[in-house]
């Protein structure tokens, strides 16, 4: 496990579900003296009726979970991640000894008699579950960035109301893509605000746009689609946006 964990939604077999991961877990993964995976499935006891976790329960899920993190990981046991989707949390771990799973969770799970739960382990050497399933995609994990950057603007006093020129930065690998993505993105209302930039080091094209929009936590998302999926449309690398404090 590392300290670097956060979440997002998404849909799970085409119901809503919510992710929590170990992101810096990808910098190891995979362990080889760890090749299995394992997991526990929790029928939560209050959902939603979306099927994620309820204000209710919250509390209490989080108590099981620190309890089976502290009882399971070692050195032979880590905590990669958890899925909570249809009416279950589903806590997912990879170990180097499946045979005692099975009785590991039941140990840590006998103070919480009043839940039901399934385990059960397989081979997985690749990490596949925790790379393919566990893991955001590009556009997820660009969520979970506009996320952070306005919960910095938030600290810093913003109320995230008000609209403001946001900046956008993407990178090319030859000027031909920099050109069509520009065209692309003009008609959106985006401004050029240089031309586009060679950098010899990375032999890559830069381009720097701006559009005046608001970033809101809520539509903070719809703000940057457009830009993330022309930059990839055009082979390019979107680095993210930025934006003054307003106050």
Known sequence: MTDDWDFYSALVDGKPASLYVDLGAKAFAP???????????????????????????????????????????????????????????DFYFYVSAPDTWEARTASAMAPFGDYQFQTGTREDPEWSSYMNFLLPGPWDRQRILNRGVCEQLQENGDALTTPREIDHLAYFRDAASAAAFIDDVRPLGYHIKDEPRHDEEDDTISVEV??????????????????????????????????????
């Open 31 to 89: 362990r080889k003296d760890l090749p299995h995976m394992a997991y526990l499935r929790l029928r939560m006891r209050q959902p939603r009726d979306d099927g994620l976790s309820s204000k209710a329960e919250f509390d209490q899920l989080i108590v099981i979970e620190d309890a089976l993190t502290d009882a399971l990981c070692d050195e032979h046991t880590a905590f990669v991640g958890r899925n909570t989707s249809d009416g279950c949390r």
């Open 210 to 247: 701006s559009r005046v929009d608001v970033p809101s936590m809520q539509g903070i998302d719809e703000v940057t689609r457009p830009i993330f999926e022309a930059t990839h449309r055009h082979g390019g690398d979107y680095d993210g946006w930025g934006c003054t404090v307003e106050r």
